[in-house]
């Protein structure tokens, strides 16, 4: 099996009239789910071998936060990750097929989208992913990253 670890950025702050939203910080709340979060992956010996990471300020520090606490690994900010839809975070994932476990650090509505299209084959069939949250997917060794291919292993949020 290969894994696919997807995390939602934590809790940020709200931009102000002056700041452009992929520089929002993290909230003090959000510095402590991502914290959860990296305790929760570790506990599972979810450790990545590899991150992909949108440019945004908030998922950069909530990657910064679960490295704290699992260890480094290699990263690479990837700017389709900002406001991507799942058929381009799927083609992403896809590109890094050769990773054992991915993880993906990124927002909504495409990562929870991209999360139900993995595991049900349609898109629109989310839950919803609440800030913090992690989902992780295995997928068979060889199938392409493809719609309905995966199965959901876990779901854990703050």
Known sequence: MRTLILLRHAHAEPASSDQADLDRPLSAEGLAEAEAAGRWLSEQGLVPDRVLCSPARRTRETLESVMATIGFVEQRLVEQIYEATPGTLAALVDEHREAERLLLVG?????????????????????????AGIVVLDFPVEASVEPGVARLSAFWWP
């Not at 929870?112 to 629109?124: D, P, W």
């Open 107 to 131: 927002h909504n509505p495409g990562l929870e989208r991209l999360a139900a299209l993995m595991h049900s084959g349609q898109s629109g069939d989310y839950r919803g992913m609440p800030p």
